[in-house]
């Protein structure tokens, strides 16, 4: 390819070249659910279709004031109260991706966890190709920096030529401890360095997130576990820091409700949906802290610069 061809990719919208189909368990619900990744027209963004309902009903755009849940998952709903929950890993793909527009069909109320990574959405997005589109791709360009949360537990949008993510976390289990990561836009490597990176939660939590409606289709297989300082699943982890790479993984599929692509850095420490929402939420209550621009305006991208270049971790 070309550099011209590589740079014209980068710059116009792009959506799918063809319907994929896949059926997986929700994570929360437990339930069966089939689900159809399909192409969509330009400046449409990314819209769910629930086809379980009346089409009146059914269509719930992934939109960041659109979120009414964050419990363990980021739940969209409509004004007819129809929702999709855990939207958040398969949003990550779309991005990493560089997927601007496309229709997802499910017929329940979740997106099926698969392997709980991006990893498997990912290869549905390569399966079903990506077609280039005749429109330039927008851009949300942060002006100033924005922050939610407190000392403790906190989200940040700044300023910065490039987007970036950075994350920090800390655990009392050994298993995870203190882990730090930094990603950014750069060479295609989302899909070896971090749509991988699978959610994961602690087995005493378990029996309470079920007395809540939650987990009920969780397991090892769609999960990493841990039980006081160990990881139980059989093949251990897939990176030593697959914690924090997750936790920038749930960011980067959160953020992707903003409806374009950001230009500038995140940074989270020990965030998770709820602050990763309230950012977006503060950052559109504040006209002066954003502005939309458009790919011409901004000038060529290196090739792929949709994807991650780097993940620099410390345990």
């Known amino acids: 390819m070309s550099e011209q061809s590589q740079n014209n990719e980068m710059t116009f919208q792009q959506t799918l070249k063809n319907p994929i189909n896949c059926t997986g368990i929700g994570l929360h619900s437990g339930s069966k659910v089939s689900m ?15 086809t379980d309902q009346p089409a009146d009903r059914a269509t719930v755009r992934a939109d960041w004031d659109r979120v009414t849940d964050t419990r363990l998952c980021t739940l969209i709903s409509n004004d007819a109260g129809v929702t999709i929950g855990t939207i958040e890993h398969l949003m990550a793909a779309l991005r990493g991706c560089g997927i601007d527009n496309a229709v997802i069909e499910l017929n329940g109320p979740e997106v ?80 070896a360095e971090l749509a991988r990176a699978r959610t994961f939660g602690f087995l005493q939590e378990v029996d309470q997130m079920r007395k809540l409606g939650l987990a009920r289709g969780g397991s090892l297989d769609n999960a990493i576990v841990i039980n006081g300082d160990k990881v139980l699943n059989e093949g251990g982890l897939r990176f030593t820091d697959e914690f924090v790479r997750h936790k920038i993984l749930d960011s980067i599929g959160d953020l992707y409700l903003a409806g374009a692509p950001i230009i500038g850095h995140f940074h989270g420490c020990r965030s998770g949906h709820a602050l990763n929402n309230q950012l977006l939420r503060a950052l559109f209550a504040d006209e002066t802290a954003w502005t939309y621009v458009d790919a011409d305006e901004i000038g060529a991208f290196p090739a792929d610069w949709m994807a991650v270049e780097k993940v620099a971790a410390v345990a």
Do not use: H, W
């Open 36 to 50: 159809c990744l399909k192409p969509s027209d330009v400046n449409t963004g990314i819209v769910f279709v629930r």
């Open 112 to 191: 099926p966890i698969m392997d709980g990574s991006s990893a498997p959405f990912v290869f549905l997005i390569e399966c079903a190709g990506i077609q280039q589109q005749d429109k330039p791709r927008r851009f949300i360009k942060i002006l100033k920096q924005v922050t939610v949360g407190d000392g403790t537990k906190f989200a940040t949008l700044t300023p910065s030529p490039v987007t970036g993510f950075s994350f920090e976390i800390d655990f009392a289990s050994a298993a995870i401890a203190r882990q730090e990561g930094y990603v950014k836009l750069g060479n295609g490597a989302f899909k």
